[in-house]
Structures are given as C-alpha cells and as structure tokens.
C-alpha cells in the first residue's frame, strides 16, 4: 500500500507561482510513475504531468512550459511548480501513483494509489 498526502494549494492571483508537495509513505519501492492530475467543478479528471523512477518527465500541452514536476526521492516527496498561473488552472489537484513498467503513464486507470487533493484557485 501506498499513502500520499497533498499540501501547498491556495488561491493566488493570475500570473502567480505556487508549488504543490505530495508527501509518500509505505511501498514505495513498488513506484514506477508518479503523476499529477486535476479537476475542475463538473468537469473529468485531467492528467497534468508524471515523472518515472528514472526521472523522465511528461506533460499535457496545456500546463507545458509553465509547470514542473520533479521528486525528491531522499524526502520520499513529489513536487508540482506551477507558474504563470491561469484562472482555467483552478482545480482540486491530486497526486497518484502507478506500479505500471511503462515510461508513459496517463490514464487514471493506470495509477493504483491517489491523494486526497488540493486546491488551487487562481483568481484577482
């Protein structure tokens, strides 16, 4: 089993920064990918970004170039930057994590544990 647990989201103006942390506990040696994902009111979740065990990166169009994933495997912790924030950003943002041997990890069926979310409002 896995445990993940979410922190750092708030409400900060368009143009601004925050970085989100997922803190993990338990399996951890059974990781392969750890992704980010988010969703808004009435919508489905979205897939942000993930990071493999060996450190390779992806991420969707929208959030590319703006956003920066990367984990802290000494911290057993996950990390989200989020930067030049838009109002369509506001999300709860979640944490998972997936067992899956494959370098490309998005569907939400693929990852095995999740966090409870935080929230991010972007707004002036």
């Known amino acids: 089993q896995v445990q993940l647990v979410e922190s750092g989201g708030g409400l900060v103006q368009p143009g601004g920064s925050l970085r989100l942390s997922c803190a993990v506990s338990g399996s951890i040696n059974s990781i392969n990918v750890m992704g980010w994902y988010r969703q808004a009111p009435g919508n489905q979740r979205e897939w942000v970004a993930t990071?493999?065990?060996?450190?390779?990166?992806n991420y969707a169009d929208s959030v590319k170039g703006r956003f920066t994933i990367s984990r802290d495997n000494a911290k057993n912790t996950l990390y989200l930057q989020l930067n030049s924030l838009k109002p369509e950003d506001t999300a709860v943002y979640y944490c998972?994590?997936?067992?899956?041997?494959?370098?490309?990890?998005?569907?939400?069926?693929?990852?095995?544990?999740w966090g409870q979310g935080t929230q991010v409002t972007v707004s002036s």
């Open positions: 990071i493999t065990s060996g450190g390779m990166t």
């Open positions: 998972a994590a997936s067992k899956v041997a494959k370098v490309v990890v998005t569907r939400p069926s693929e990852f095995s544990s």
